[in-house]
């Protein structure tokens, strides 16, 4: 079938859909949890002394015994045989983004040679898959294979099914044979013990005494777009690089602003519920979901969660959706900008800190001002933002995203903190050296009778900027869709842990001095936002005098690309920071410079070649052939004596011979390999490759807007975003 093809068929059955037979929905209470071994399904099998040590360890982080986990692991086991389960699989997170699995079967036979279920303490523990196929950015080599993954007891096991039956799932860390993180869960779990550690440092010095183990908290607000499957099938880009490297801007897109929080469609609306009751039976609190901004893009939020098991739950979200969405046909599109010229989608991760005795650390209560732990948290929050705010940059840094950052529908390159007005106010007078009152929301009040009156936040949003407080937390707002949380979670947490200690030093000083507690936390929250209140920002994000502000007078980095930002991971700060924390070694944050840095040029060198042969094989045929029709038809009606127009076939032609020449630009660039560094190789991909990608596009765009529509290959936006 030709390209064209292709398409029209696409279009034809999508105009006449075989809908998919709905089922109807359990309550909430039945399903929620169903596939989760928890905390509460232990308590049902487990001995009293078993489940109280595993319940130590969940929620202080506690060592496990190995006797327990014998116990653990036929409980486990017996559990997931009543469910028809067979197999079982440690779970891990590499340095990919995604989540890898290796599955074993319940299975041993005996010397009658028949087959027995086996489960052991010891197989709950410990795996072993290969340990240099994966990225590990020259931690392990070819000949030196050998990795573990190791059980995560503070993250439930749970059961994924499939058509073709059911496994028990264990969240597991994955390290090298030598000892060294290979994986995203390791560090991320390092990170909240070195946060909990500084943490309570603070508080105790504020005069707390019974302090629970601290955690940060996490919800992520995903981003993506739906696509039906015959459209994407007919596209080599989405299939292979997840986004469009051709399209021209359809004559209406998301201009009206109409799909916002619009009437979901009813095929959507079907794949949503489907999607979420798989959610609810593995316990993951999936709370909102509604239209985005752009034609065919969505979202759901789900509620907080503990980091360690917010991040997994991402990971398994992603992985449901897009299963999920296929079997409703449609491709699920993570990537951050699928679509030139309409909205891309972000993962805004909602963060915070807190335990069970002090509750929300950054909480600040109706009296914000009054609230002095809420200060020193909020302050050291600050503090980290601006001393690392280069870091924050490289964790979020992918060829994806710089797609995205910067954009109209996301917050620029320069990290700064979005306080509100009130608190806004509250750290200016803090800098001034006072605490004074803090501004208060008010009541809303519309002068209709009917309309219940309430109390309106103090401090309005602001959606132009990366890091904003958002009423009791923080929300990271320039995280990728595609990404894994761990490692904006990671640089957060890690930052926050050295900003406290720091002022758990100063602190102690000042008290030790004999300054009253007050006035203590005033003086060094005035000394930290002295040298750090640059980066408080209130602004517009994205208007040209901010970025000049910015970096001229504010001293804060603008990277808009990663080129730019993934090389502060070899920061010497940077390095001595993860270090010092013991979140990750030098070596192990090299490795993750390296496979980063090899999945951006990857990245590239990959859209450029598909860019190359969807130009010859797709566009130039097409093109090609409808100036051969012209041809014929202008001749003809030459025949007749009557003359056509020519300047269609001749926009055509030149349109043509650009593309042809830009892709031969192109071919001879990325034939290119000799670079001194890795950090050359990405910059010529930011700066040379990208470019000549983008020129290929403008002329592929302009002949799409001239070649008969029936003769054009690739499914056009106006299909794929609107036909539903």
């Known amino acids: 079938m030709s390209g064209n093809e292709s398409r029209l068929s696409a279009i034809s059955r999508i105009s006449n859909p075989q809908r998919i037979a709905v089922k109807a929905t359990q309550s909430l209470d039945d399903i929620w949890a169903t596939d989760v071994f928890n905390l509460a399904r232990m308590e049902q099998m487990l001995s009293k002394a078993a489940f109280k040590a595993v319940k130590t360890t969940v929620q202080t982080g506690a060592p496990l015994a190995p006797a327990v986990a014998d116990v653990v692991a036929a409980a486990m086991k017996s559990w997931a045989l009543s469910k028809g389960v067979k197999f079982f699989s440690h779970i891990f997170y590499p340095m990919t983004n995604i989540t890898a699995e290796k599955h074993d079967g319940f299975i041993l036979t005996n010397s009658d040679g028949n087959a027995i279920t086996e489960f052991s303490g010891s197989l709950l523990i410990k795996g072993e898959p290969d340990g240099s196929s994966f990225p590990n950015g020259s931690l392990r080599m070819t000949n030196a294979a050998r990795g573990y993954t190791a059980w995560d007891p503070t993250s439930p096991a749970f059961i994924m099914h499939t058509d073709n039956g059911s496994t028990l799932m264990i969240p597991s860390v994955f390290m090298s044979w030598t000892g060294e993180a290979l994986d995203k869960k390791i560090p991320l779990l390092r990170s909240n013990a070195a946060m909990d550690s500084a943490a309570r440092k603070v508080l105790t010095l504020m005069g707390e005494t019974d302090i629970a183990t601290l955690n940060s908290s996490c919800g992520a607000e995903q981003e993506y777009f739906l696509v039906d499957i015959n459209f994407a099938n007919a596209r080599p880009d989405l299939l292979l690089a997840g986004r469009t490297l051709f399209g021209a801007s359809p004559v209406r897109g998301q201009q009206f602003d109409d799909h916002y929080f619009g009437a979901i469609p009813e095929r959507v609306q079907i794949f949503m519920q489907d999607f979420e009751d798989q959610l609810y039976r593995l316990g993951i609190p999936a709370k909102t979901h509604h239209n985005e901004?752009?034609?065919?893009?969505?979202?759901?939020?789900p509620y907080f969660e503990s980091a360690n098991i917010a991040a997994d739950h991402q990971q398994l979200m992603m992985t449901l959706m897009k299963s999920t969405a296929k079997r409703h046909g449609f491709m699920c599109l993570l990537h951050e900008k699928p679509f030139a010229g309409i909205n891309g989608s972000g993962k805004h991760v909602n963060w915070s800190v807190g335990n069970a005795t002090q509750g929300n650390l950054l909480d600040p209560g109706s009296t914000p001002h009054d609230n002095l732990n809420f200060l020193l948290f909020c302050g050291a929050v600050i503090r980290g933002v601006h001393k690392y705010g280069t870091l924050l940059r490289a964790v979020i840094a992918s060829a994806s995203n710089d797609h995205r950052l910067g954009a109209n529908e996301a917050p620029p390159a320069i990290l700064s903190v979005y306080l509100g007005d009130q608190l806004e106010n509250v750290f200016q007078d803090i800098k001034d050296g006072k605490i004074a009152s803090s501004i208060q929301g008010g009541e809303m009040d519309l002068g209709l009778t009917q309309i219940l009156k309430f109390e309106r936040d103090p401090g309005d949003r602001n959606r132009t900027s990366p890091f904003a407080f958002t009423g009791n937390r923080f929300e990271f707002r320039a995280v990728g869709s595609s990404q894994s949380v761990s490692g904006p979670l990671v640089a957060m947490n890690t930052i926050l842990a050295d900003s406290l200690e720091w002022i758990a030093e100063k602190l102690e000083a000042e008290l030790n001095n004999g300054t009253a507690k007050a006035a203590a936390v005033l003086s060094v929250l005035k000394g930290l936002m002295e040298a750090h209140g640059n980066v408080v920002f209130g602004g517009d994000g994205y208007s040209a005098e901010w970025h000049k502000m910015a970096v001229e007078e504010r001293g804060l980095k603008n990277l808009p690309t990663t080129a730019d930002a993934l090389p502060y991971l070899r920061d010497e700060g940077?390095?001595?920071?993860?270090?010092?924390?013991?979140?990750?070694?030098?070596?192990?944050?090299?490795?993750?410079?390296?496979?980063?840095?090899?999945?951006?040029?990857?990245?590239?060198?990959?859209?450029?070649?598909?860019?190359?042969?969807?130009?010859?094989?797709?566009?130039?045929?097409?093109?090609?052939?409808?100036?051969?029709?012209?041809?014929?038809?202008?001749c003809g009606l030459k025949d007749l004596g009557i003359e056509m127009d020519g300047s269609i076939a001749q926009s055509v032609a030149a349109e043509t011979n650009a593309m042809v020449a830009a892709v031969a630009e192109l071919s001879t660039a990325i034939a290119r390999h000799d670079f001194d560094s890795v950090e050359a190789h990405m910059s010529y991909c930011a700066e040379q490759i990208r470019p000549l990608m983008d020129t290929v596009r403008t002329h592929v765009d302009a002949l799409e807007t001239e070649v008969a529509d029936n003769l054009w290959p690739l499914p056009k936006y106006r299909e794929m975003l609107f036909l539903k």
Do not use: D
């Not at 052939?625 to 014929?632: I, K």
């Open 574 to 634: 940077v390095r001595e920071l993860f270090s010092r924390t013991k979140v990750l070694s030098p070596v192990e944050l090299e490795s993750r410079f390296e496979v980063y840095a090899e999945q951006y040029i990857l990245s590239i060198e990959v859209e450029a070649k598909l860019v190359i042969e969807m130009a010859k094989t797709m566009i130039y045929p097409s093109a090609s052939q409808y100036l051969g029709e012209l041809s014929s038809t202008h």
């Open 293 to 301: 901004v752009a034609p065919g893009q969505f979202e759901i939020a």
